[in-house]
């Protein structure tokens, strides 16, 4: 490949032309290789850093569009919501806010129990709606436990429009004030259409992916979101009295 040739007392090293311009071209192609995966990697962080610009959304007031309070599907008797049903048990729920679908969890069992464990452990499966979530929830209520999986419908977004007819002012402001949550910078907020609620207070409480855990009374709820669905396991756990 190349040859020491000596000249007095300098030595040179003769390469062939074509040798050497092959090792030049080599070179210009791992440095330009280098210069591409150098600007690739860099894109690929500045992306990450723009995925990463998310801020905290809370719900604007809106007014109510309900013209008789008698008739909110929350505090009111409205004949479409099943919430008379539940209003006052101890025990917690989850409501899918777009089909206004209330699910009772069913935590403790208060029915005489002359078979323990025969009857309280059960699982139900349902839907919500058209384009609803859809529930499975694992009941033992002999252990005070209720474990709930939730898979989003197509239309799980919250959706202001019908259920600020069906809410009067002090219900959906209420409402508004657990939908709080976290999105893109400059977008509008998305939250699920979901919210737990103790049906003995109905006090409404936030069901968002950044939710983790709450006592709710003496209940202990644990909460684990993402883009497809929900965890949602409810315990009864009463203070110990030592
Ligand atoms: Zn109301």
Known sequence: MWKISKQGKASYCLVRLEIMCGM??????????????????????AEEGGDSNYEYKIQPPVESELSEIAECYLCGNNKRSLIGHYRGNDDIGIICINQWYIAGLGVRSFEEQDSIG???HRTSRFGTGEGGDFFQISQ??????SEVEIDYGENSIFDLKVV?????????????NVLDCYGLEGE???????CLIDFQTMELYALQEHNRSYYIRDYYV???MD?????VNV?????SSL
């Open 140 to 145: 033992d209520s002999s252990r005070g436990i």
């Open 24 to 45: 030049v071209l080599l070179l210009i192609v791992s440095m330009v290789s280098l210069i591409f995966l150098y600007c690739r990697q860099n894109k690929h962080v």
């Open 164 to 176: 600020k007819g069906q809410l009067c002012q002090k219900c959906l402001d209420q409402l508004l």
């Open 222 to 224: 644990q909460i684990h």
């Open 188 to 194: 509008e907020a998305q939250p699920r259409d979901l």
């Open 118 to 120: 025969s009857q309280n």
């Open 227 to 231: 883009d497809r669905g929900a965890e």
């Open 235 to 239: 315990f009864y756990m009463p203070p």
